[in-house]
């Protein structure tokens, strides 16, 4: 089981004084034009490049990138994909999953992971997620294999490693192939290796919202099997080596030399900028500690052998979405990932399932809210943050 991270009660990271009066300046989820003005010139600069060399899909910056990444991430190979979701969907075919196998997967997560096996023809089967992590639950795969199981699907949620180990070995032991959905993920670790390194395929996201984001939509996949890193490069290609000669059907699912250059210089930057969220999160539990509202706010959790790299930063809280009109009143802005599970969502109702079947997403769903946490936020819009909090709470 997961384990909550204590808080220090030593040195304690600076804290804005409180303001003469309320601050209401509106503060965003997520400021993506504060990333861009830290690294224009870099960006700019690679952007040009790609334009002088008029070599925009695939290509030298696609390739660069793909070493890069499988480098950073511990595989031998790496292959660029249109987008985190065509990553799992990739994966599965290169695997030749389909129609009548079924892969076992989490219901609380973003859409593009049970769609992806969905529309290879494949059988989502869903499994209940641990309280403490929101990732899937280890303990209650083995009940969900049936004949037909071909794969496991763990999702790294919000920055945070799967329990991995339990998972590896149920997979071992029925010899399942492990697709890691990362998406949410780079850069995490679990007992000191990156995730997207455990499975047969890892697959990662890089719409601009995440840790490292491109321009517009892009994905990898990182895999440890020389053939299947061929097979995914033919799919995402139409099942082409040579022009207009096609092994098998594929699909368009190419990675643009632009969102590579961009994210080749995101990718000097990630370590730094993990660091900033993680030093985010830590300085969050502080001001939560000494705003005592540990009696109804509940902080995100990390077991001793994951490393998180919070993607988001998410607490769980009773009467959330009248805190969440509180706190855009006084002009911040949060989320919440997911407000209702993938089990109970009309796509899915062809599976059968009702409400109740898997409890632990549900609650998680009914009280998960995500709050500021990118790099470039300040001591003093946290402190705001925790203390719009507090008062919400002291008020009721």
């Not at 925009?56 to 994909?81: D, M, N, S």
């Not at 719409?207 to 995914?232: H, Q, R, W, Y």
């Not at 919070?310 to 009773?318: K, M, T």
Request: aromatic share 8%.
């Amino acid at each position: 089981m997961a384990t909550t991270v204590p808080v220090s009660q030593g040195d304690r990271a600076p804290t804005a004084p409180p303001p003469k009066d309320v601050d209401r300046t509106p503060l965003q989820f997520l400021d993506l034009k504060a990333q861009f003005l830290s690294i224009k010139e870099e960006v700019l600069g690679a952007v040009e490049s790609v334009f002088e060399s008029q070599q925009f899909i695939l290509g030298k910056e696609v390739q660069l990138l793909e070493r890069e990444i499988a480098a950073y991430v511990g595989t031998p190979h790496a292959a660029g994909c249109a987008s985190g979701s065509d990553a799992l969907y990739l994966s599965l075919l290169a695997l030749r999953i389909g129609r009548g196998d079924e892969v076992i997967t989490t219901p609380f997560t973003f859409v593009a992971t049970a769609g992806a096996i969905a529309r290879t023809g494949a059988k989502p089967v869903f499994v209940d997620i641990d309280s403490e992590t929101f990732n899937i639950d280890p303990r209650l795969i083995e009940d969900a294999i049936t004949g037909n199981t071909r794969a496991i699907m763990p999702v790294h949620l919000f920055g945070l490693s799967a329990d991995l180990d339990p998972i590896l070995r149920t997979a071992d032991k029925h010899n399942l192939a492990v697709v890691e959905d990362a998406a949410q993920a780079i850069g995490a670790t679990y007992n000191g290796r990156q995730v997207g390194s455990f499975g047969l395929c890892g697959c990662f996201s890089f719409f601009p919202s995440k840790n490292l984001g491109c321009a517009g939509d892009g994905g990898m996949i990182t895999t440890t099997d020389a053939k299947v890193d061929d097979e995914l490069r033919l799919l995402r290609a139409h099942g082409s080596r040579k022009k207009y000669q096609y092994e098998i059907l594929g699909t368009n699912s190419r990675l643009d030399a632009l969102h590579a250059a961009i994210l080749r210089v995101k990718l000097r930057h990630l370590n730094s900028w993990s660091s900033k969220r993680a030093e985010h999160a830590d300085l969050y539990r502080q001001l939560f500690a000494q705003s005592n509202l540990g009696y109804v706010v509940r902080l995100p959790s990390t077991p001793e052998k994951c490393t998180h790299v919070y993607n988001q930063f998410v607490i769980r809280v009773p009467r959330r979405e009248e805190l969440r009109e509180f706190l855009s009143s006084e002009g911040i802005a949060t989320d919440v990932y997911y407000p209702s599970p993938l089990h109970v969502q009309p796509a899915f109702s062809y599976l059968g399932h009702c409400g109740g079947k898997f409890p632990e997403a549900e609650k998680a769903s009914a009280d998960v809210l995500a709050l500021p946490i990118y790099p470039e936020l300040t001591p003093h819009n946290q402190d705001r943050i925790v203390r719009a909090i507090a008062s919400f709470y002291d008020s009721k």
